[in-house]
T-cell receptor, first 115, second 115 residues
Framework: DSGVTQTPKHLITATGQRVTLRCSPR?????VYWYQQSLDQGLQFLIQ???????AKGNILERFSAQQFPDLHSELNLSSLELGDSALYFC??????????????FGEGSRLTVL | AQKVTQAQTEISVVEKEDVTLDCVYE???????LFWYKQPPSGELVFLIR??????QNEISGRYSWNFQKSTSSFNFTITASQVVDSAVYFC????????????FGKGTRLHILP
């Protein structure tokens, strides 16, 4: 158990809808990362927050947004969903602001299916 | 540009055989970090190792060993005397010091250990 909690584990929705994925980082970790895993694209970095502030952006679509709250949990909002958004969305946390200083602890992921 | 290539999409070996997973990376940074992560069928990515670019010593941890060669930009992972529990997807990843905000993952190698 990594200590990172993601909800929901599975989500099925229709095109055009909006969903929110939630992540609680490991106790004491200030950084939260979001990754998207799909069969064709592999693991794609979406966005990182550190202590409530956005720190880095990767290949995140404009239809997607995220935030990190004062209690350090994070939410990833996906709107105007398309079939291609079907994927496994991972949250990871780490103690530091920089990804290369240590390991990332990953949650079990939220599997999103868009029909 | 950051890039990680895992040319082996899928490998199958019989239990107790040794297997090597290849990883080739590209970076312009002189200081960088390499990682291996394991994704078992349960889905959660698990950190295995982190190596910085100044440390070319090979590392062994039980049945796992890693061979880092800067001359060929490779960071290969060998499992000795493989076991069925080693069946998983293995990801190689790279983070640059100048871009320490994210870790870039390869597309992964799916390893099947056959009993």
């Amino acid at each position: 158990d990594s200590g990172v909690t993601q909800t929901p584990k599975h989500l099925i929705t229709a095109t055009g809808q909006r969903v929110t994925l939630r992540c609680s980082p490991r106790s004491g970790d200030l950084s939260v990362y979001w990754y998207q895993q799909s069969l064709d694209q592999g693991l794609q970095f979406l966005i990182q927050y550190y202590n409530g502030e956005e720190r880095a952006k990767g290949n995140i679509l404009e239809r997607f947004s995220a935030q990190q709250f004062p209690d350090l949990h994070s939410e990833l909002n996906l709107s105007s969903l398309e079939l291609g958004d079907s994927a496994l969305y991972f949250c990871a946390s780490s103690e530091s602001s920089g990804a290369n200083t240590g390991e990332l602890f990953f949650g079990e992921g939220s599997r999103l299916t868009v029909l | 540009a950051q890039k990680v290539t895992q040319a082996q999409t899928e490998i199958s070996v019989v239990e107790k055989e040794d297997v090597t997973l290849d990883c080739v990376y590209e970076t312009r940074d002189t200081t960088y970090y390499l990682f291996w992560y394991k994704q078992p069928p349960s889905g959660e990515l698990v950190f295995l190792i982190r190596r910085n670019s100044f440390d070319e010593q090979n590392e062994i941890s039980g049945r796992y060993s890693w061979n880092f060669q800067k001359s060929t930009s490779s960071f290969n992972f060998t499992i000795t005397a493989s076991q069925v529990v080693d069946s998983a997807v293995y990801f190689c990843a790279l983070s640059e010091r100048q871009r320490d905000d994210k870790i870039i993952f390869g597309k992964g190698t799916r390893l099947h250990i056959l009993p």
